[in-house]
């Protein structure tokens, strides 16, 4: 007789049903990620309907950004009262609104409204989804469909990028925008529809979200050090590629490295591509070696700058095969930022899942926030002194993405010291 104990039943857990809430959930992530990257394809449209410069124009993604990232602990505090189900049916209600208001907007204060509307209804979905990961399926699955939902989420940029981008072209501003919102709206019905926040008869306990209880659980999340390295993974592996999609990509491959607009459209294709195919390996490597998780990000970041210190120091336009690979390398800060989430589940327990992932996520858009400000001011300060006519000038270009290089040296600053603190509490192995 075998002395094998089989595992104890969980009901639901990866069942054919549990991929299915997954899916819908992967799905409405999908359309959050097309909405808040079609402003990034839009932006020299949006330039010319606003008639705005450089830093006004980036006001539109500074304070989308701003938004999410500010809703990130609130929306964790609010998954974890009422569910998976309310929020991404609920935030996918307020990008349709968004985007219907983008396509209708005459002014800039019209346009940034909107904006903040799509970055609100964003900031709503990925931390509901993420929660329902852990709810409905077993812990050896949850490292891989994390980095799955990352990537295939991700892929709503080709959205942006292919159709959108087409639809703008051909049907002009109002059309395209629609377009976005029915994706959008689609999302929100499917997901009241069929999203479960956790498998039947598993009893999701939820208790009233009153201050006390919220400040504890806020302050239990921060206080833990594997939540605040979390916070710093995030902020500098996530927002070179973030920057790049959400606000300058198209702008620097258009002015500065003189692509035209297919093989602007093949970049920002493979850009997409590569966040598949690498953030399947990182999801790998993430399972098998927690213990070297820091010392992959940081060295995804070094590898990142180092493409983008190849494309600056280029002198001229770069050949079109250099600028593909330098691009495909800057992706990779995508994937890459789901070990974030990673090292900080590892030292939380389920009932703070939510808020120390909305703490976690604010790292990354709150370093976007930085750079893509940052990029807009030193352009606009170059075409105000007089350093080239054009403001989006190539040398001009140069100086404003090189100033990014700080907030990738505060951030990986950040990841060093609270790694430290990690060690020193829970001990060496862990990060």
């Known amino acids: 007789m075998s002395s094998h104990r089989p595992r104890p039943h969980e009901p639901g857990r990866d069942s054919a049903r549990a ?24 932006s020299v449209d949006a330039a010319e309907r606003f008639g705005a410069a450089a830093s006004v124009l980036s006001l539109f993604s500074l304070m989308q950004v701003l938004v999410y990232a500010a809703l990130q602990v609130p929306v964790g505090v609010l998954v974890d009262r009422y569910g998976s189900r309310v929020l991404v049916a609920t935030g996918a209600a307020l990008m349709v ?36 990961i852990p709810a409905w399926f077993s812990a050896l699955r949850v490292p891989m469909l994390t980095q799955f939902l990352g990537v295939v989420g991700n892929l709503g940029q080709l959205v942006s990028v292919i159709p959108f981008a087409w639809a703008l072209e051909r049907a002009g501003w109002s059309p395209s925008l629609l377009s976005l919102a029915g994706l959008a709206a689609l999302a929100s019905v499917l997901a009241a529809a069929v999203l479960r926040d956790a498998p039947p008869g598993t009893g999701v306990r939820r208790r009233e979200p009153g201050r006390r209880r919220t ?5 239990e999340s921060l206080a833990e050090p594997g939540t605040r390295l979390g916070f710093w993974v995030h902020f500098t592996t996530q927002f070179a590629g973030n920057t790049f999609v959400l606000m ?42 927690p213990g070297r998780r820091v010392r992959l990000a940081l060295t995804v ?28 390398t800057i992706a990779i800060s995508m994937p890459a930022s789901m070990i974030a989430f990673d090292v900080a589940r590892s030292f939380n327990p389920p009932h703070r899942s939510g808020t120390a ?12 926030v930085l750079a893509v400000l940052l990029t807009g001011l030193v352009l606009d300060a170059l075409h105000a002194a007089g350093f080239r006519p054009d403001r989006y000038d190539p040398d001009a270009f ?8 700080l907030v990738a040296a505060a951030g990986a600053a950040g990841v060093l010291a609270t790694a430290r603190r990690v060690r020193h509490r829970h001990g060496p192995g862990r990060v």
Request: proline residues 3%.
């Open 357 to 368: 992932t909305g703490i976690v996520n604010v790292g990354g858009f709150t370093a976007t």
């Open 248 to 289: 300058w990509g198209y702008p620097y491959l258009e002015y500065a490295q003189g692509l035209p607009d297919r093989a602007v459209s093949v970049v920002m294709t493979s850009f997409v591509l590569t966040n598949v195919a690498v953030g399947l390996v990182l999801g790998r490597l993430t399972a098998r070696r």
């Open 301 to 328: 970041t070094a590898v990142i700058f180092a493409a983008w210190g190849v494309l600056l120091l280029w002198p001229g336009a770069a050949p079109a095969p250099v600028v593909l690979v330098a691009v495909c």
């Open 19 to 42: 991929y299915a809430v997954l899916g819908i959930g992967t799905f409405a992530y999908f359309s959050a990620v097309a909405q808040r990257t079609s402003f990034g394809v839009a």
């Open 398 to 405: 140069r100086l404003a993405v090189a100033a990014q290089y």
């Open 97 to 132: 609104v968004g985007q219907v208001l983008l396509a209708a907007a005459d002014t800039v204060l019209e346009g940034v409204t909107a904006r903040v509307l799509v970055g609100a209804g964003d900031a709503a979905t990925f931390v509901s989804v993420m929660r329902l």
């Open 215 to 219: 400040g504890r659980v806020v302050r």
